[in-house]
Protein backbone atom coordinates (compact mmCIF):
# COMPACT_ATOMS: atom_id res chain seq x y z
CA UNK A 1 0.00 0.00 0.00
CA UNK A 2 2.77 2.37 1.11
CA UNK A 3 4.52 1.90 -2.60
CA UNK A 4 1.38 2.05 -4.52
CA UNK A 5 0.83 5.41 -2.80
CA UNK A 6 4.36 6.33 -3.79
CA UNK A 7 4.04 6.06 -6.88
CA UNK A 8 1.08 8.16 -7.13
CA UNK A 9 2.63 10.76 -5.37
CA UNK A 10 5.23 10.11 -8.14
CA UNK A 11 2.79 10.25 -10.98
CA UNK A 12 0.82 13.56 -9.42
CA UNK A 13 4.25 15.54 -9.39
CA UNK A 14 5.13 14.35 -13.32
CA UNK A 15 1.85 15.90 -13.85
CA UNK A 16 1.85 19.19 -12.53
CA UNK A 17 5.42 19.69 -13.51
CA UNK A 18 4.13 18.82 -17.04
CA UNK A 19 1.32 21.33 -16.60
CA UNK A 20 3.39 24.60 -15.36
CA UNK A 21 5.82 23.42 -18.27
CA UNK A 22 3.44 23.85 -21.42
CA UNK A 23 2.11 26.84 -19.75
CA UNK A 24 5.72 28.74 -19.53
CA UNK A 25 6.67 27.05 -23.06
CA UNK A 26 3.18 29.13 -24.39
CA UNK A 27 4.44 32.22 -22.83
CA UNK A 28 5.85 34.05 -25.54
CA UNK A 29 6.71 37.37 -24.94
CA UNK A 30 6.99 40.46 -27.48
CA UNK A 31 9.82 42.54 -26.31
CA UNK A 32 12.40 39.76 -25.00
CA UNK A 33 15.04 42.29 -24.97
CA UNK A 34 13.56 44.24 -22.20
CA UNK A 35 15.58 42.18 -19.55
CA UNK A 36 19.63 43.57 -19.53
CA UNK A 37 22.20 43.30 -16.85
CA UNK A 38 23.16 46.72 -15.64
CA UNK A 39 20.38 48.92 -16.41
CA UNK A 40 19.14 51.20 -13.58
CA UNK A 41 16.52 53.27 -13.62
CA UNK A 42 14.93 55.93 -11.45
CA UNK A 43 11.64 57.17 -10.48
CA UNK A 44 10.39 59.70 -8.83
CA UNK A 45 7.08 59.51 -6.64
CA UNK A 46 4.79 62.36 -6.66
CA UNK A 47 1.39 63.08 -4.58
CA UNK A 48 -0.69 65.67 -6.36
CA UNK A 49 2.32 67.64 -6.94
CA UNK A 50 4.56 67.17 -3.90
CA UNK A 51 7.68 64.46 -4.78
CA UNK A 52 7.57 62.19 -1.68
CA UNK A 53 9.90 59.74 -2.83
CA UNK A 54 11.95 57.59 -5.15
CA UNK A 55 12.15 54.26 -6.98
CA UNK A 56 15.70 53.09 -7.89
CA UNK A 57 15.08 49.77 -9.89
CA UNK A 58 18.53 47.42 -11.31
CA UNK A 59 19.20 44.13 -12.88
CA UNK A 60 21.99 43.02 -11.20
CA UNK A 61 22.95 39.52 -13.11
CA UNK A 62 21.97 36.71 -15.09
CA UNK A 63 22.64 33.34 -14.42
CA UNK A 64 20.97 29.95 -15.67
CA UNK A 65 18.75 27.52 -14.06
CA UNK A 66 17.49 24.66 -15.37
CA UNK A 67 17.71 25.32 -18.72
CA UNK A 68 16.55 28.55 -18.78
CA UNK A 69 18.23 32.38 -17.82
CA UNK A 70 17.09 34.17 -14.89
CA UNK A 71 18.02 37.77 -14.28
CA UNK A 72 18.27 38.85 -10.82
CA UNK A 73 16.36 42.04 -10.45
CA UNK A 74 16.06 44.99 -7.39
CA UNK A 75 14.30 48.05 -6.12
CA UNK A 76 15.57 50.26 -3.71
CA UNK A 77 11.76 52.31 -2.68
CA UNK A 78 12.10 55.14 -0.50
CA UNK A 79 10.15 58.14 0.71
CA UNK A 80 11.95 61.00 1.56
CA UNK A 81 12.87 61.99 4.75
CA UNK A 82 10.51 64.46 6.69
CA UNK A 83 7.08 63.99 5.50
CA UNK A 84 4.46 63.92 7.80
CA UNK A 85 2.31 60.94 6.01
CA UNK A 86 4.43 58.91 5.05
CA UNK A 87 7.77 56.84 5.85
CA UNK A 88 8.66 53.76 4.13
CA UNK A 89 11.57 51.76 3.17
CA UNK A 90 11.20 48.47 1.57
CA UNK A 91 13.99 46.15 -1.25
CA UNK A 92 12.58 44.43 -2.91
CA UNK A 93 14.62 41.28 -5.00
CA UNK A 94 12.70 39.37 -7.74
CA UNK A 95 14.95 36.22 -9.87
CA UNK A 96 12.55 36.71 -12.92
CA UNK A 97 12.86 34.06 -16.19
CA UNK A 98 13.67 34.96 -19.20
CA UNK A 99 9.75 34.47 -19.97
CA UNK A 100 9.60 36.77 -17.62
CA UNK A 101 7.72 34.62 -14.45
CA UNK A 102 9.19 34.59 -10.69
CA UNK A 103 11.80 32.19 -9.45
CA UNK A 104 12.76 33.69 -6.52
CA UNK A 105 11.31 36.89 -4.35
CA UNK A 106 12.78 38.42 -1.05
CA UNK A 107 11.45 41.59 0.50
CA UNK A 108 12.63 43.59 3.68
CA UNK A 109 10.33 46.14 5.16
CA UNK A 110 11.02 48.96 7.54
CA UNK A 111 8.50 49.22 10.11
CA UNK A 112 8.16 51.49 13.43
CA UNK A 113 9.44 48.29 15.61
CA UNK A 114 12.49 47.32 13.18
CA UNK A 115 13.17 45.41 9.98
CA UNK A 116 10.92 42.64 8.78
CA UNK A 117 11.57 39.99 6.10
CA UNK A 118 9.56 38.04 3.21
CA UNK A 119 10.39 35.16 1.44
CA UNK A 120 9.19 33.13 -1.44
CA UNK A 121 10.83 30.39 -3.16
CA UNK A 122 8.64 29.12 -6.25
CA UNK A 123 9.43 25.68 -6.73
CA UNK A 124 7.56 24.69 -10.54
CA UNK A 125 9.46 21.12 -10.76
CA UNK A 126 6.91 19.90 -7.85
CA UNK A 127 4.20 22.16 -8.00
CA UNK A 128 4.12 24.98 -5.20
CA UNK A 129 5.84 28.09 -3.17
CA UNK A 130 7.09 27.57 -0.08
CA UNK A 131 7.08 31.18 1.82
CA UNK A 132 8.25 32.47 4.77
CA UNK A 133 8.06 35.93 6.85
CA UNK A 134 9.85 37.20 9.51
CA UNK A 135 11.97 39.59 11.58
CA UNK A 136 15.10 40.56 9.91
CA UNK A 137 17.08 40.45 13.54
CA UNK A 138 18.29 36.66 14.28
CA UNK A 139 16.10 35.87 10.90
CA UNK A 140 13.41 35.18 12.84
CA UNK A 141 10.76 32.85 11.57
CA UNK A 142 7.13 33.71 12.44
CA UNK A 143 5.17 32.35 9.25
CA UNK A 144 5.87 29.53 7.54
CA UNK A 145 3.20 28.08 4.45
CA UNK A 146 3.60 25.90 1.50
CA UNK A 147 0.92 26.88 -1.34
CA UNK A 148 0.27 24.32 -4.08
CA UNK A 149 0.34 26.17 -7.74
CA UNK A 150 -0.21 25.02 -11.13
CA UNK A 151 0.95 27.99 -13.16
CA UNK A 152 4.01 30.18 -13.03
CA UNK A 153 3.41 33.02 -10.85
CA UNK A 154 4.16 37.01 -10.52
CA UNK A 155 5.52 38.76 -7.32
CA UNK A 156 4.87 42.15 -6.09
CA UNK A 157 8.12 42.65 -8.60
CA UNK A 158 8.66 40.31 -11.29
CA UNK A 159 5.14 41.49 -12.53
CA UNK A 160 6.49 44.99 -13.28
CA UNK A 161 9.04 42.95 -15.90
CA UNK A 162 6.30 40.70 -17.09
CA UNK A 163 4.51 44.24 -17.88
CA UNK A 164 7.91 45.24 -19.77
CA UNK A 165 7.63 42.01 -21.37
CA UNK A 166 3.99 41.80 -22.98
CA UNK A 167 3.18 45.35 -23.46
CA UNK A 168 3.33 46.79 -27.51
CA UNK A 169 0.65 44.38 -28.57
CA UNK A 170 -3.33 44.86 -28.22
CA UNK A 171 -3.83 41.67 -25.43
CA UNK A 172 -5.30 41.40 -22.07
CA UNK A 173 -4.24 39.09 -19.54
CA UNK A 174 -5.28 37.62 -15.77
CA UNK A 175 -1.80 37.65 -14.40
CA UNK A 176 -1.70 35.46 -11.13
CA UNK A 177 0.02 36.96 -8.44
CA UNK A 178 1.58 35.76 -5.55
CA UNK A 179 1.97 39.12 -3.11
CA UNK A 180 1.54 39.15 1.65
CA UNK A 181 0.70 35.40 1.13
CA UNK A 182 -2.05 35.63 -1.15
CA UNK A 183 -3.08 34.09 -4.35
CA UNK A 184 -4.66 36.53 -6.56
CA UNK A 185 -5.39 37.61 -9.93
CA UNK A 186 -4.10 40.91 -12.14
CA UNK A 187 -5.62 42.39 -14.98
CA UNK A 188 -2.92 43.55 -17.38
CA UNK A 189 -4.52 45.37 -20.35
CA UNK A 190 -1.80 45.87 -23.72
CA UNK A 191 -2.49 48.47 -26.10
CA UNK A 192 -0.64 48.69 -29.43
CA UNK A 193 -1.70 52.37 -30.45
CA UNK A 194 1.31 55.02 -29.88
CA UNK A 195 0.75 58.13 -28.09
CA UNK A 196 3.42 60.94 -27.03
CA UNK A 197 4.26 60.94 -23.71
CA UNK A 198 6.47 63.94 -22.32
CA UNK A 199 8.39 63.50 -19.39
CA UNK A 200 10.69 66.11 -17.28
CA UNK A 201 13.85 64.73 -17.81
CA UNK A 202 13.96 65.30 -21.89
CA UNK A 203 13.01 68.07 -23.90
CA UNK A 204 10.71 66.08 -26.49
CA UNK A 205 7.89 63.87 -26.99
CA UNK A 206 8.34 60.18 -25.93
CA UNK A 207 6.74 57.32 -28.20
CA UNK A 208 5.03 55.36 -25.97
CA UNK A 209 2.09 52.48 -25.44
CA UNK A 210 -0.47 52.13 -22.84
CA UNK A 211 -1.42 49.56 -20.94
CA UNK A 212 -4.28 49.86 -17.78
CA UNK A 213 -5.90 47.33 -15.28
CA UNK A 214 -6.91 46.16 -11.81
CA UNK A 215 -4.85 44.70 -9.22
CA UNK A 216 -6.26 41.91 -7.56
CA UNK A 217 -3.94 42.19 -4.72
CA UNK A 218 -3.15 45.19 -1.94
CA UNK A 219 1.03 45.92 -2.14
CA UNK A 220 3.06 48.11 -0.56
CA UNK A 221 1.43 51.77 1.19
CA UNK A 222 -1.98 49.95 0.38
CA UNK A 223 -1.08 49.98 -3.32
CA UNK A 224 -4.51 48.29 -5.00
CA UNK A 225 -7.30 49.24 -7.60
CA UNK A 226 -7.13 51.00 -10.75
CA UNK A 227 -3.72 51.80 -12.60
CA UNK A 228 -2.28 53.21 -16.09
CA UNK A 229 1.35 53.40 -17.70
CA UNK A 230 3.08 54.46 -20.69
CA UNK A 231 5.85 52.21 -21.73
CA UNK A 232 8.60 53.15 -24.42
CA UNK A 233 7.67 51.76 -27.49
CA UNK A 234 10.82 50.05 -28.07
CA UNK A 235 12.64 47.14 -27.19
CA UNK A 236 13.66 48.10 -24.13
CA UNK A 237 9.84 48.25 -23.24
CA UNK A 238 10.72 51.19 -20.04
CA UNK A 239 7.74 52.48 -17.73
CA UNK A 240 7.92 56.28 -18.22
CA UNK A 241 4.68 57.30 -16.75
CA UNK A 242 2.24 55.51 -14.30
CA UNK A 243 -0.59 56.15 -12.27
CA UNK A 244 -1.01 54.01 -9.11
CA UNK A 245 -3.59 53.96 -5.87
CA UNK A 246 -1.95 54.08 -2.54
CA UNK A 247 -3.81 55.05 1.17
CA UNK A 248 -3.63 58.59 0.17
CA UNK A 249 -5.06 58.39 -3.13
CA UNK A 250 -3.58 58.22 -6.49
CA UNK A 251 0.50 58.93 -7.21
CA UNK A 252 1.80 59.96 -10.19
CA UNK A 253 5.37 58.16 -11.01
CA UNK A 254 7.79 59.14 -13.52
CA UNK A 255 11.24 58.51 -14.93
CA UNK A 256 13.52 60.45 -13.89
CA UNK A 257 17.16 59.20 -15.14
CA UNK A 258 18.37 55.77 -16.56
CA UNK A 259 21.33 53.92 -17.31
CA UNK A 260 21.04 50.98 -19.97
CA UNK A 261 23.86 50.72 -22.73
CA UNK A 262 22.97 52.26 -25.97
CA UNK A 263 19.66 53.52 -25.07
CA UNK A 264 17.22 56.98 -24.96
CA UNK A 265 13.66 57.33 -24.72
CA UNK A 266 12.52 57.14 -28.19
CA UNK A 267 12.06 60.14 -29.76
CA UNK A 268 7.98 60.55 -31.00
CA UNK A 269 8.34 61.11 -34.86
Known sequence: ??????????????????????????????NSNALKVGEELTYIVRYTFIPIGEIKLKILRKYKKDGRTVFETKANIDSYEGLPFVDLHSIYTSHVTDKFYSEFF??????????????????????????????????????????????????????????????????????????????????????KQTQPIKIDAVDYEIDCVRLDG????????GLSGNYEGYFTNDEACIPVKATLKVIIGNINIELKSWKRDGWKPPKRS
Do not use: C
Open 1 to 30: MKNILIIISLLFKVFVFAQIEDKIQNLNPV
Open 106 to 191: FALDKHSYGWTFTKYDFDYKNGYVVAQRGFRDGWQVHFHDTVKINQPIQDGLSIYYFARGFARQQKSFDILTYINENMSTTKINFY
Open 214 to 221: VLGYTGIF
